[in-house]
């Protein structure tokens, strides 16, 4: 189940407020409006480094302020105003906080993606419950490598699938702006237009003096 999410993610599936867990990891992609913060909570169990990525698909600069928070309260990592960044953690044992600022925005929306992995993936054994150390046999050990493999192609996936839909907004908010402003361009030929042809004919327009007749008297 947890690989078919992630695989529903790769494929081009659009997902808001959904979770996604794979590897140890979480994923998310959320909508934060305007004037407001998000703080979502993981625990961890301490024992393992784990990697903070965070990426602004849309709305206005494509910014945001983030900042992680440990158990006491500790302000681990903390940017203003950027499109993503990674930031790499050695948990201790409890629920840290990851934030999301959107304070400084007043009319804009942004739609941000957030993953949270270790930094080296567990073995299968280890995935599967088996934390008593043993030696792997050889196809444990090319199960293991394909499962890595795995991993690096999922990352690979979901950042061509990230760029990708960061480029597609881009490109229809451009749309956007060069339709409108090809109206307004529009409009204003039209205006000039007409404007000429006004000035033109009255350039041509010969206005003759009225003459009055002399008035008949009788004698």
Known sequence: MKMLIVFMFILGF????????YSGGVALTFELEDKEKSCFTETFP????FVFSYQVIKGGNQDVDAWVVSPNG????????KEGDEFTFDPSKGDFQFCFGNQFSTISHKTIFFDISPEDPDSLAVEAGDKTPRVQTLTENACDEIHFAMRGVVEHQRDYRLKEAIGRHVAEGLNNRVFWWSIVQAFILL????GQVFILKTFFTEKLPVQNKPVETST
């Not at 301490?46 to 480094?49: A, L, V």
């Not at 500790?74 to 105003?81: G, S």
């Not at 205006?191 to 007409?194: N, Q, T, V, W």
Request: glycine share 12%.
């Open 14 to 21: 659009n997902f808001n407020f959904v979770q996604c867990y």
């Open 46 to 49: 301490g024992g393992k480094r």
């Open 74 to 81: 500790k302000i681990l990592y903390k940017e203003q105003r």
């Open 191 to 194: 205006a000039i237009g007409f």
